[in-house]
């Protein structure tokens, strides 16, 4: 993955969960996949035994912190983050799903040898290697696209100014024993992880109960706020839609390439006497040689297909809906605001009731008096509360704008990158 700056602190980070591995347990016979994270970073927090370096020197590939966790130990940060940061806006996991691999005993790593000899930049063979595919064989795209979402994830939570140096998540960064420790002292039980939503959660589920109200007055901030967001989302999903039609496209045209490949060039020999100086063995040459084209060809566009498929648009449908959670604490807001106004009609109420008994009826006075102190009180909560909520907003969407800008710039950085070497070992095939 490509670096990534904190406009906040300016600190860069780069991290790579790769190198999916099945283990199998000593005590049991449950198997589950472990993942290699590796972290470089300039962030003073993350090397506790490397503070007196500087900081370029930390950022230094010598300087990778590399960790290995399972999909569980990720349910256990999340857990944490959300009960920690009830209000912030913590990226999705990916879910749990199954998923079906098989070990590749032969070699450490896969690749797809092009049959037509392209040359890399330094003179040798090129060879399509899967980026995140080393002791492992998908066998479906379920992991892959693990692969990418859990890395994703990881990125929004680092470059994040309110969660980059929280101690939990730089002990899940930077130490296995630690976080092993850690984990097990804290009762976490699979119902907890199953469920890991946090109370908070619940509470935004029983607000959009009152989606359809709207408070009667909307801070200014706030609006504008949405109003980008929406514009932002739909362009989104746009390029999404036409991102997924062109994947499509691309999966029939490598299905051409494998009916093509299968064609075989035969004449009759009464055609051959018919041609005059028909050179049957140079022909021969030149179809074997258009097949090996045919080949290599399959191979480039199979590989920018799988990037494609796997990375550009799973980062980008993970990427919206980021950006969507955003619109639940804005509604979380409104109803805060609507209880608000709630309250401060009850209390208008008592204000005129209180009044009303004043001379007539002392004990009524003073219930309503004691009522209006307990109304009061709850007010000022509520009114606390929207403000809390109202700033963290703020701070949210300057976090997702600085993500969004990340994240987007890069992933459309890398397709732009990975086009260009897919038109370039097109130029070098067909060239010639």
Same mark, same amino acid.
């Given at each position: 993955?490509?670096e990534?700056?904190?406009?906040n602190?300016?600190?860069?980070?780069?991290?790579i969960?790769?190198?999916p591995?099945?283990?199998?347990?000593?005590?049991?016979?449950?198997?589950?996949?472990?993942?290699?994270i590796?972290?470089?970073?300039?962030?003073?927090?993350?090397?506790?035994?490397?503070k007196?370096?500087n900081n370029?020197? /930390?950022?230094?590939?010598?300087n990778t912190?590399?960790t290995?966790?399972?999909?569980?130990?990720?349910?256990?940060?999340?857990?944490?983050?959300?009960?920690?940061?009830?209000?912030?806006?913590?990226?999705?996991?990916?879910?749990?799903?199954?998923?079906?691999?098989?070990?590749?005993?032969?070699?450490?790593?896969?690749?797809?040898t092009?049959?037509?000899?392209?040359?890399?930049?330094?003179?040798?063979?090129?060879?399509i290697?899967?980026?995140?595919?080393?002791?492992?064989?998908?066998?479906?795209?379920?992991l892959?696209?693990?692969?990418?979402?859990?890395?994703?994830?990881?990125?929004?939570?680092v470059?994040h100014?309110?969660?980059?140096?929280?101690s939990?998540?730089?002990?899940?960064?930077?130490?296995?024993?630690?976080w092993?420790?850690?984990?097990?002292?804290? !009762?976490?039980?699979?119902?907890?992880?199953?469920?890991?939503s946090?109370?908070t959660?619940? +509470?935004?589920?029983?607000?959009?109960?009152?989606?359809?109200?709207?408070?009667?007055?909307?801070?200014k901030?706030?609006?504008?706020i949405?109003?980008? &967001?929406?514009? /932002?989302?739909?362009?989104?999903?746009?390029?999404?839609?036409?991102?997924?039609?062109?994947?499509k496209?691309?999966?029939?045209?490598?299905?051409?390439?494998?009916?093509? !490949?299968?064609?075989?060039?035969?004449?009759?020999?009464?055609?051959?006497?018919s041609?005059?100086?028909?050179?049957?063995?140079?022909?021969?040459? +030149?179809?074997?040689?258009?097949?090996?084209?045919?080949k290599?060809?399959?191979?480039? &566009?199979?590989?920018?297909?799988k990037?494609?498929?796997?990375?550009? /648009?799973?980062?980008l449908?993970?990427?919206? $809906?980021?950006?969507?959670q &955003?619109?639940? /604490?804005?509604?979380?807001?409104?109803?805060?605001?609507?209880d608000?106004?709630?309250?401060?009609?009850?209390?208008?109420?008592?204000?005129?009731?209180?009044?009303?008994?004043? $001379?007539?009826?002392? +004990?009524?006075?003073?219930?309503?008096?004691?009522?209006?102190q307990? #109304?009061?009180?709850?007010?000022?909560?509520?009114? +606390?509360?929207?403000?809390?909520?109202?700033?963290?907003?703020?701070?949210?969407?300057?976090?997702?704008?600085?993500?969004?800008?990340?994240?987007?710039?890069?992933l459309?950085?890398?397709?732009?990158?990975?086009?260009?070497?897919?038109?370039?070992? #097109?130029?070098?095939?067909?060239?010639?």
């Open positions: 993955m490509s990534s700056n904190n406009t602190t300016h600190y860069k980070y780069n991290i969960v790769s190198d591995q099945k283990i199998k347990k000593d005590d049991a016979n449950d198997t589950f996949i472990s993942y290699s590796s972290t470089r970073t300039d962030n003073p927090n993350y090397h506790k035994d490397l007196h370096i370029d020197d /930390l950022f230094s590939i010598d912190i590399v290995r966790k399972r999909y569980s130990d990720f349910l256990i940060l999340n857990q944490f983050l959300k009960i920690d940061f009830p209000l912030i806006n913590i990226p999705k996991l990916p879910p749990k799903n199954n998923y079906s691999i098989k070990k590749i005993y032969n070699s450490k790593t896969t690749s797809n092009n049959y037509n000899g392209i040359e890399n930049e330094t003179g040798g063979k090129e060879q290697v899967s980026k995140k595919n080393s002791n492992i064989e998908l066998d479906d795209d379920f892959l696209k693990r692969l990418y979402s859990l890395e994703l994830y990881l990125n929004i939570l470059t100014s309110s969660l980059q140096d929280y939990l998540l730089i002990t899940f960064m930077t130490n296995d024993d630690e092993n420790v850690l984990k097990n002292t804290i !009762q976490f039980t699979k119902e907890n992880i199953h469920n890991s946090s109370n959660e619940d +509470e935004i589920s029983d607000y959009l109960m009152n989606v359809f109200k709207k408070p009667s007055k909307e801070f901030e706030i609006k504008e949405k109003l980008k &967001l929406e514009k /932002l989302v739909y362009n989104l999903n746009k390029i999404l839609k036409d991102s997924m039609k062109l994947n496209i691309q999966e029939l045209i490598i299905k051409d390439f494998d009916n093509l !490949q299968k064609f075989k060039y035969n004449i009759i020999s009464q055609d051959k006497q041609i005059n100086n028909f050179d049957s063995n140079n022909t021969e040459k +030149e179809f074997v040689e258009f097949q090996n084209n045919i290599s060809t399959k191979i480039l &566009l199979s590989n920018f297909h990037f494609d498929k796997y990375e550009n /648009l799973n980062n449908h993970n990427m919206i $809906n980021y950006l969507k &955003l619109f639940d /604490l804005i509604k979380l807001l409104d109803y805060k605001q609507l608000l106004e709630s309250l401060q009609d009850i209390i208008n109420k008592l204000q005129v009731d209180k009044k009303k008994y004043e $001379n007539s009826n002392i +004990e009524k006075f003073k219930k309503t008096e004691i009522k209006l307990k #109304m009061e009180t709850e007010l000022q909560d509520c009114n +606390e509360q929207v403000v809390t909520i109202f700033q963290i907003i703020l701070k949210e969407s300057e976090n997702i704008e600085m993500i969004k800008d990340l994240q987007l710039k890069k459309f950085k890398e397709l732009a990158i990975k086009k260009v070497e897919f038109y370039s070992g #097109m130029s070098k095939v067909w060239g010639s």
